[in-house]
């Protein structure tokens, strides 16, 4: 809660408070004014007697400016008093890192990527600061760069962190764009991972890929020519297997070393071998070639909706640092 009861309850912003980080109690019934909750977010816009609040998650509520009851500008979310600082623009570029495109294109401080359709990760526009034009004619670039290529056009954006992207957020959403995917990006200290109690005698680490690797990474169906320049891009990249019981792994994962970061994607179990430890000796082995490489903090990208694959990272030691999303462009 930000507003206590002994607390004189006041409304203490304004139009001239957009984008920044704001903690409000308005009423829900309209009629009593008895029923109030609280919301805290970036404040979006105030347009039409209306606030529009993104929250952490990049969810957003609008409030009547006449259901207002308090309000208030509120610090950033504080800092992680555990595992490895990071600043947003850090993480973004270390994961951008790890899924390059096979073209890509400068607009300004945005970059423009594209994979023949190969994850949206590779296939969507990198919106990191200034693009050099008003944002509606930046997105119209955009619109038209991947229709020249015969894809969807998706932007990727952030919220929940010191500078995330919630005004870019409602940007889109005020143009057209809708949010398809959500994902938490991840983080962790590297050495706890390397020093899980877990049998790695089984797993194989590589410096490139096979079919059968590739058969159990199948998760976009057929694999196009973009597959394999897209997992074999970054700047220390290893992918661990463990032999099944035919041709294809039992387990797979990837694993991108960039610095003093590790990046752990791709990590795919059978799904008759699942609840065996296969997930987590995985990690394990490559975090222990990562920390051997001087890396010493880990990041993963997991959907919000992966209810198994979060409880394995939190015990890993994984906790959030912040949600990113991909918009697409819809045509009205």
């Known amino acids: 809660m930000e507003f206590t009861g002994g607390g004189r309850l006041e409304v203490r912003i304004t139009g001239a408070d957009v984008g920044k980080r704001v903690s409000v109690r308005y009423a829900t019934d309209s009629a009593t004014r008895e029923k109030f909750t609280d919301s ?30 308090a309000g208030k500008v509120v610090p950033a ?53 200034d693009p050099g034009l008003p944002v509606a004619d930046a997105l119209t670039h955009a619109r038209a760069w991947y229709a020249a290529r015969k894809l969807p056009a998706y932007v ?10 919630e005004l870019l957020c409602a940007e889109l959403d005020r143009h057209g764009w809708r949010r398809e995917v959500s994902a938490e990006v991840r983080i962790a200290a590297l050495a706890p991972i390397a020093d899980l109690d877990a049998d ?21 169906g057929e694999p196009g020519p973009a597959v394999r320049p897209v997992l074999a891009s970054g700047p220390s990249v290893w992918f661990a297997s463990v032999a099944g019981t035919g041709e294809i792994p039992a387990a797979i994962g990837r694993c991108v070393v960039d610095g003093r970061w590790a990046g752990f994607m791709a990590v795919e179990v059978a799904p008759d071998q699942r609840r065996r430890g296969l997930a987590t000796s995985v990690m394990t082995a490559l975090a222990r070639r990562a920390l051997d490489e001087g890396a010493s903090a880990a990041w993963l990208q997991v959907e919000t909706d992966n209810d198994g694959a979060r409880a394995l990272y939190d015990g890993m030691g994984f906790a959030p640092h912040h949600h990113y999303h991909h918009y697409r462009w819809v045509e009205a």
């Open 200 to 220: 790695v005698s089984a797993v194989r680490l590589s410096r490139t890929f096979d079919e059968a690797w590739l058969g159990r990474y199948q998760r976009f």
């Open 156 to 165: 990727q954006t952030a919220t929940g962190a010191e500078g995330t992207q």
């Open 40 to 69: 805290v977010g970036v404040l979006t816009s105030w347009d039409d007697a209306v606030l529009l609040i993104t929250r952490k998650s990049g969810d957003s509520v609008r409030i009547p400016e006449s259901a207002l009851v």
């Open 77 to 129: 979310a504080p800092a992680r008093r555990r595992g490895p600082s990071a600043t947003f623009p850090e993480l973004a570029r270390a994961t951008a890192r790890a899924w390059q495109p096979v073209e890509s294109e400068a607009l300004g401080e945005w970059t423009l990527r594209a994979a023949d359709g190969f994850t949206r990760r590779a296939n969507s526009v990198l919106p990191l600061g």
